[in-house]
């Protein structure tokens, strides 16, 4: 996608109801704010919605079907849904179709229809590689269909993305670094993180409930999210979300019956890698009466932390007396460019993870 145009996506949220299996996390209609099943009309209408309001240059725009089942509905219906694109799609309105699916439901008839249909990416829902936190989930796929979907996939040319979650039942920390290890073994494109919420009307409420499942707390999951995400980004996998999409319900707390939701967890996640990367800058260092932290604009959010807090905690940490941060256009995004005691010291987040590999 060129750099210069703005990407804007059309969002379709497919029925789960082919889904084979009911996931212990899953309520696809509670996560989704979405019922019912969608037809062909229901996509040309919202297309058409869309359409109306978005630029028509310099934009790149994607129809995404949403969901996480879409090649597990019945084959015609997959059939129908895409065809309804493919005038916008000859027309240039549209630029590129998304779905997601399950990596137990990808064959080369599926592969053979989304090709046909100009898909260029595919999501799977991995989730985990550790077979028995995905027999405990009652996920009703192996690690090895992961490894066989993602194969197939990428020989066929398409952009391959993968969604992995952070605190199944069964799980822990490392489970979730070997699960990311694994993943990046396999060169998928993009990923998604998502912690997992106790949804209401799912078999993991009636877990936590009976007191057999206790879900992550928010330093937990930003701690775990953050070791992942450093996984992916030092393997050059772009990570394109951070937590669940916040919806209406959601955001009024209706659906999510315990869990760590944030609506802006991303920003917690890379404020914390920020936070130690400052750190780890600044560990062979005693009292410092002044420090200058130089950041491009675009980062001076994610240094700051939500509320300051790593202002906060950085210049109690170290004892600051007067602590700045200067946006400075100059410095490349993603590095940190410290000044004190008539000293520079500059970092990018790249070399902290590699360094962190070490």
Same mark, same amino acid.
């Given at each position: 996608m060129s750099k210069d145009k703005r990407h804007y996506i059309i969002p379709i949220f497919v029925s789960h109801r082919g889904c084979p299996h009911d996931c212990i996390f899953c309520n696809q209609k509670k996560i989704t704010g979405q019922g019912g099943d969608v037809g062909a009309e229901d996509v040309k209408n919202k297309i058409e919605e869309y359409l109306e309001t978005l630029p028509k240059e310099n934009a790149v725009v994607e129809l995404a079907f949403y969901g996480g089942s879409f090649t597990a509905i019945p084959y015609d219906q997959q059939e129908a849904l895409l065809r309804v694109v493919q005038p916008y799609i000859a027309?240039?309105?549209?630029?590129?179709?998304?779905?997601?699916?399950?990596?137990?439901?990808?064959?080369?008839r599926v592969i053979e229809l989304l090709k046909a249909n100009?898909?260029?990416?595919?999501?799977?829902g991995v989730q985990s590689m550790d077979d028995e936190v995905l027999r405990i $989930?009652?996920?009703?796929?192996? $690690?090895?269909?992961?490894?066989?979907?993602?194969?197939?996939? !990428?020989?066929? *040319?398409?952009?391959? *993305?993968?969604?992995?979650?952070?605190?199944?039942? *069964?799980?822990?920390?490392? !489970?979730?670094?070997?699960?990311?290890?694994?993943?990046?073994?396999?060169?998928?494109?993009?990923a998604r993180i998502y912690p997992v919420l106790v949804i209401t009307n799912?078999?993991?409420?009636?877990?936590? %409930?009976?007191?057999?499942?206790?879900?992550?707390?928010?330093?937990?999951?930003?701690?775990?999210? !953050?070791n992942l995400l450093i996984l992916f980004e030092r393997s050059n996998i772009d990570v394109i979300r951070i937590g669940l999409q916040p919806t209406e319900n959601i955001l009024e707390g209706k659906e999510v019956v315990a869990g760590p939701f944030h609506s802006s967890?991303?920003?917690?996640?890379?404020?914390?890698?920020?936070?130690?990367?400052?750190?780890?800058?600044?560990?062979?260092?005693?009292?410092?009466?002044?420090?200058?932290?130089?950041? %491009?604009?675009?980062?001076?959010?994610d240094i700051l932390g939500q509320k300051r807090n790593n202002f906060d905690y950085i210049r109690n940490h170290k004892k600051i007396e007067k602590l700045r941060i200067t946006q400075k256009v100059d410095i490349e995004r993603q590095s940190i460019l410290l000044k004190y005691d008539e000293k520079l010291h500059k970092m990018s987040r790249k070399d902290f993870h590699n360094i962190m590999a070490n």
């Amino acid at each position: 996608m060129s750099k210069d145009k703005r990407h804007y996506i059309i969002p379709i949220f497919v029925s789960h109801r082919g889904c084979p299996h009911d996931c212990i996390f899953c309520n696809q209609k509670k996560i989704t704010g979405q019922g019912g099943d969608v037809g062909a009309e229901d996509v040309k209408n919202k297309i058409e919605e869309y359409l109306e309001t978005l630029p028509k240059e310099n934009a790149v725009v994607e129809l995404a079907f949403y969901g996480g089942s879409f090649t597990a509905i019945p084959y015609d219906q997959q059939e129908a849904l895409l065809r309804v694109v493919q005038p916008y799609i000859a027309q240039g309105a549209i630029q590129n179709i998304r779905v997601s699916t399950r990596p137990d439901c990808i064959d080369l008839r599926v592969i053979e229809l989304l090709k046909a249909n100009k898909v260029q990416i595919v999501e799977l829902g991995v989730q985990s590689m550790d077979d028995e936190v995905l027999r405990i $989930s009652n996920r009703g796929h192996s $690690s090895q269909d992961v490894v066989n979907a993602v194969a197939l996939l !990428k020989d066929h *040319g398409f952009t391959v *993305g993968v969604q992995v979650m952070v605190g199944l039942p *069964g799980d822990s920390m490392q !489970k979730c670094i070997d699960t990311v290890k694994s993943l990046i073994e396999l060169k998928p494109d993009i990923a998604r993180i998502y912690p997992v919420l106790v949804i209401t009307n799912t078999y993991l409420e009636q877990l936590y %409930h009976r007191g057999e499942y206790v879900p992550l707390s928010l330093d937990e999951t930003i701690e775990r999210c !953050k070791n992942l995400l450093i996984l992916f980004e030092r393997s050059n996998i772009d990570v394109i979300r951070i937590g669940l999409q916040p919806t209406e319900n959601i955001l009024e707390g209706k659906e999510v019956v315990a869990g760590p939701f944030h609506s802006s967890m991303r920003q917690l996640v890379v404020s914390a890698i920020y936070r130690d990367m400052i750190l780890y800058m600044l560990k062979d260092t005693e009292a410092i009466s002044e420090l200058e932290i130089f950041v %491009h604009p675009q980062d001076i959010s994610d240094i700051l932390g939500q509320k300051r807090n790593n202002f906060d905690y950085i210049r109690n940490h170290k004892k600051i007396e007067k602590l700045r941060i200067t946006q400075k256009v100059d410095i490349e995004r993603q590095s940190i460019l410290l000044k004190y005691d008539e000293k520079l010291h500059k970092m990018s987040r790249k070399d902290f993870h590699n360094i962190m590999a070490n």
